[in-house]
């Protein structure tokens, strides 16, 4: 197909009151990865674009030096590096396609943003352009016998994001759609664009669904977009340099529902369901937690208390969906349950039917939040139309994502966990519970500290004191995690340890940890302080723990054992 369409910028009527036809003249803040497919997008589309750059040209990395010489091909004549004379880069344009590493609030990205007000230009981030793209897809398509209008499942949140993202895709996969998942997961949304039009040879060749990992810098400007259905998954501080509130950072994620929307709603999480209370009459809401469901077609967890007590993952059947026999639904594992009252939600007290789906210890993920993760992917799968057993063979497959509560290593029992991702509070809070739940034991030691960002670690002390035997510190701000912890540490008799390196926090676990134990990096912070970035950290640790191994393997009997 071609990757040329017919008005590509144009968008819904109204759908942003600065615009008075479609924009045709950009300017793109940013050589990142969403800056060079912003710039792409727009050049293949005939459009002019000029390119700036804070950062000097001899600062670039090779990647994206490879990619300004790929633009330039394109035809772009038009960049500027080390330049913030905003005045001059607006001359002539009509909208800004901004870049997410820029924070609204910091200068010199606040300046640009106060003269595009001032002179009623745009300001559209990449996932802003996609949405048009895909509503210039739709009209294209019109005359064709079939019109293409893929489902658009959107997953944004602090936490488990990119699980989400990839369980979604990946059982929608299993269940014979073409899906294309994009976004902050990489890659940029209009990347994979370009790509799968440059491969199809027809509209029935394009992705049935896109799953759409969302950051909230992407959401800051996006306006347009109206996926099927939405999740915000959870919501806990962080990037708050970013943002400079809690109220902003909230307002940004909600921007993800559109105003079509299957909300698909966390109800255990309260700051979510405040964010969204206003929603829930006027649009179909698929709820999910961790308890049993209260309404059709809502997940939930659910105990059997026999053989010693079995999560399940289950469903609150919709009521077209349950014509089976009596003998039918006791053999398929339905159970009969009258809906709760539990808030306006739960009006109606008529019969629930539940199924239970999965057991919770059958998922290759870790810990209760994963399971939650799971639950959100069906519940999103659910809104795209697909059918629950469909989906059931994806979530018994799929194996997690890197440096996301990954088993690195067992030494002589003691088992070392990866959650390097865990770069906020909220993270490193759920990767204590999921744990700490599913061992049912106090057995942990958490490694933590880095970069803070500027966080409260306050709702770390709860779980520390639950489910941790000690905790380990590095980094810049592990002095504040340790104001904060410390009474409560020592009123439990945990044991708190000072580290100055990682490789020291492993050796120093090591020394203390017994059989049954588990060492958890997961550090609440960025990791910026000591590392190139969380993955360079997640590398250290695990290079660590493997030398450690190493250096006992001749002393133990069956000492290591490696993760699968």
């Known amino acids: 197909m071609k990757q040329v369409l017919q008005n590509p910028f144009l968008g819904q009527a109204g759908a942003d009151a600065s615009e008075r036809s479609a924009p045709q003249r950009f300017l793109i803040v940013g050589l990142g990865e969403s800056g060079y497919a912003m710039a792409k997008w727009c050049l293949v589309q005939g459009a002019y674009v000029r390119l700036v750059d804070t950062r000097a040209h001899s600062d670039l990395r090779s990647q994206q030096l490879e990619w300004l010489a790929d633009l330039q091909k394109l035809g772009l004549q038009d960049a500027c590096f080390e330049s913030s004379d905003w005045n001059t880069l607006l001359d002539g344009v009509d909208t800004v396609g901004i870049s997410p590493g820029l924070s609204p609030i910091q200068e010199p990205t606040a300046e640009l943003l106060h003269l595009c007000q001032e002179h009623n230009i745009s300001v559209w981030s990449e996932i802003e352009f996609f949405a048009r793209a895909i509503l210039a897809l739709q009209t294209m398509s019109i005359p064709a016998e079939d019109i293409y209008k893929p489902s658009i499942l959107a997953i944004t949140g602090t936490n488990g994001k990119t699980t989400t993202c990839a369980l979604t895709a990946q059982i929608c996969q299993r269940a014979g759609k073409r899906v294309a998942l994009a976004g902050n997961i990489s890659p940029a949304a209009l990347e994979k664009l370009l790509s799968v039009l440059a491969e199809a040879n027809s509209y029935s060749e394009l992705p049935e669904i896109w799953v759409l990992e969302l950051s909230s810098f992407q959401l800051q400007f996006t306006h347009t977009l109206d996926p099927t259905a939405a999740t915000v ?36 999480d309260e700051v979510v369901t405040a964010l969204f209370a206003d929603e829930k009459e006027s649009r179909k809401v698929i709820q999910f937690g961790s308890d049993g469901p209260a309404d059709v077609d809502s997940f939930g967890i659910e105990r059997d208390p026999r053989a010693g007590g079995i999560d399940w993952l289950v469903w609150a059947v919709p009521d077209e969906a349950t014509l089976a026999s009596e003998h039918e639904e006791a053999q398929e594992g339905f159970i009969k349950r009258k809906r709760r009252k539990k808030s306006d939600v739960y009006e109606k007290s008529d019969e629930l039917r539940i199924k239970r789906l999965i057991p919770a210890d059958a998922l290759r993920i870790r810990g209760r939040h994963n399971a939650l993760n799971a639950l959100a992917a069906l519940a999103l799968a659910r809104a795209a139309g697909l059918g629950i057993s469909l989906l059931l063979h994806g979530l018994r497959e799929y194996q997690g ?150 250096q006992i393997s001749s002393s133990l009997n069956d000492p290591v054992r490696a993760s699968v």
């Open 233 to 268: 998954l959870n919501l806990s501080q962080d990037h708050l340099d970013w943002h400079g509130d809690m109220q902003a950072y909230a307002a940004a994620k909600a921007r993800i529902l559109g105003k079509n929307s299957v909300l698909v709603l966390n109800r255990d």
């Open 401 to 550: 994502e890197p440096h996301r509560v990954q088993t690195v290593a067992v030494i002589a029992d003691v088992e070392y966990i990866d959650d390097s991702k865990g770069t906020n509070v909220g993270a490193t809070v759920a990767a204590l519970h999921g744990l700490g739940s599913a061992t049912g034991s106090k057995n942990i030691w958490l490694i933590a500290g880095g970069d803070g960002k500027g966080q409260d670690f306050s709702p770390l002390v709860e779980p520390i004191t639950r489910f941790a035997k000690g905790v380990v510190l590095i980094g810049r701000d592990g002095p504040a995690i340790e104001a904060v912890c410390a009474q409560a540490i020592e009123d439990h008799a945990l044991q708190l340890i000072r580290a100055n390196s990682l490789e020291s926090a492993v050796e120093q676990t090591f020394l203390q940890a017994k059989a049954g134990d588990i060492v958890l990096l997961s550090p609440a912070c960025a990791s910026f302080d000591m590392f190139k970035d969380y993955k360079h950290r997640a590398d250290v640790f695990e290079q660590a723990v493997h030398e450690l191994a190493h």
